[in-house]
């Protein structure tokens, strides 16, 4: 079974360009729904630590894999009396000179990924294409909509700081990190221009709009711990999972990040609707 779980997770890590191939570790990679703050397992076969360990642990994942990835890992400890977790700087300047255990603190390091969780499609907010043209005769008349798009792409984590496109698309790509079986914009961008005539009513000015088919796509970052370390003052103790419990992954149920992009059709084009916003003006501007 570790055997299984570590090829796994190597492979997520070289596609996520967290770390060098030689460094990349393993962990499980199919998705097992979002369930509940108290889910055994989701992700990847992690298990939740949300409401079973003291201290915001949505935070103390994003802040965990936030941080640089070294040849050997990223690095945290967690003092189990108050909840508080620190950095592997942090530790250093504020509890010990050391990165070792000390009484409540407890260190440990491991491997960051981020294991798709879910997708959907959704419908995105309509936006103008095209400049507004008015009519402010007293007959209805006819005019040439000239309306333009270019496909969207952005992401958002549920907590912490806001995520960069570049960061995003080493995550969603699928050059980069995901191993997607759907089509979707991340790595195309897509746009239009469009001639349309339409008829415009009288005392009325309207625009064209383009309302966008998107999808969406959750993933869940998780830990893979390597070492396990404390010390209660009768020497350190070290083991290879969470907390002397015993499974190895772990992640933090309200804490994921969306990634959202325009679908695309099969030729290449933006997926989504035309419309067109209709508004009557000033009756005082226009013909009687």
């Known amino acids: 079974m570790?055997?299984?779980?570590?090829?796994?997770?190597?492979?997520?890590?070289?596609?996520?360009?967290?770390?060098?191939?030689?460094?990349?570790?393993?962990?499980?990679?199919?998705?097992?729904?979002?369930?509940?703050?108290?889910?055994?397992?989701?992700?990847?076969?992690?298990?939740?630590?949300?409401?079973?360990?003291?201290?915001?642990?949505?935070s103390m994942i994003e802040r965990l894999c936030a941080q640089k990835t070294s040849m050997t890992g990223v690095y945290g400890a967690l003092n189990v009396r108050t909840g508080e977790?620190?950095?592997?700087?942090?530790?250093?300047?504020?509890?010990?000179?050391?990165?070792?255990?000390?009484?409540?603190?407890?260190?440990?390091?491991?491997?960051?990924?981020?294991?798709?969780?879910?997708?959907?499609?959704?419908?995105?907010a309509p936006v103008r294409t095209s400049p507004w043209i008015g009519n402010r005769g007293?007959?209805?008349?006819?005019?040439?909509?000239?309306?333009?798009?270019?496909?969207k792409t952005f992401a958002k984590k549920s907590v912490g700081a806001q995520l960069s496109l570049s960061v995003a698309k080493s995550i969603f790509s699928g050059s980069?990190?995901?191993s997607f079986s759907y089509e979707w914009g991340w790595e195309k961008t897509a746009s239009f221009e469009r001639r349309s005539e339409k008829a415009i009513p009288p005392c009325t000015q309207i625009a064209v709009t383009w309302t966008?088919?998107?999808?969406?796509?959750?993933v869940t970052p998780v830990f893979y711990v390597e070492d396990y370390s404390w010390n209660k003052g009768n020497g350190e103790k070290t083991v290879h999972t969470w907390r002397n419990r015993s499974y190895r992954t772990i992640y933090s149920h309200g804490y994921y990040i969306d990634g959202t992009s325009d679908k695309l059709l099969p030729n290449g084009q933006p997926d989504g609707r035309e419309d067109k916003w209709e508004e009557k003006l000033d009756p005082k501007s226009c013909a009687r």
């Open 2 to 58: 570790r055997t299984a779980v570590k090829a796994s997770l190597k492979s997520t890590l070289k596609k996520t360009a967290l770390v060098a191939a030689s460094t990349a570790l393993a962990m499980s990679g199919a998705l097992a729904g979002a369930g509940s703050a108290q889910a055994a397992t989701g992700p990847g076969g992690a298990t939740n630590v949300r409401g079973v360990d003291p201290g915001d642990t949505d």
């Open 85 to 124: 977790f620190k950095t592997q700087d942090e530790y250093l300047r504020d509890v010990f000179g050391l990165f070792v255990p000390a009484g409540d603190w407890e260190t440990f390091r491991g491997w960051c990924g981020n294991v798709q969780a879910s997708t959907w499609s959704i419908k995105g």
């Open 138 to 151: 007293s007959q209805a008349d006819k005019e040439t909509f000239v309306s333009s798009y270019s496909t």
């Open 176 to 178: 980069a990190g995901g």
């Open 212 to 218: 966008p088919y998107q999808r969406v796509v959750r």
